[in-house]
């Protein structure tokens, strides 16, 4: 696939830094989970792995969790932002 000519240093100097384009926005993540009065008698903790080429050729924003014991809460969570202008 042919995308076009490369657009010239110059050209593209003009537009490097697009200055007064920055919006604050403020994002809040609450997280709060317990784990009580579990019991586990007798029970292996298992095995996890991430083999090399697990996330070959991933696209954008990839979170790996791994956990192999016993009472545990994962608690994740990704705030994305994206401010699209002309």
Not at 58 to 73: A, F, K, M, R, S
């Amino acid at each position: 696939m042919r995308l076009g000519e490369p657009v010239a240093e110059a050209q593209l100097s003009a537009h490097r830094g697009q200055a007064d384009t920055f919006k604050t926005q403020a994002s809040r993540i609450t997280e709060d989970a317990e784990v009580l009065g579990n019991v586990v008698q007798g029970s292996p903790s298992g095995m996890n792995a991430v083999h090399e080429g697990a996330v070959s050729d991933n696209h954008g924003i990839t979170t790996v969790i791994q956990n192999t014991g016993h009472h545990v809460v994962i608690q994740e969570a990704t705030n994305v932002n994206l401010s699209v202008t002309p």
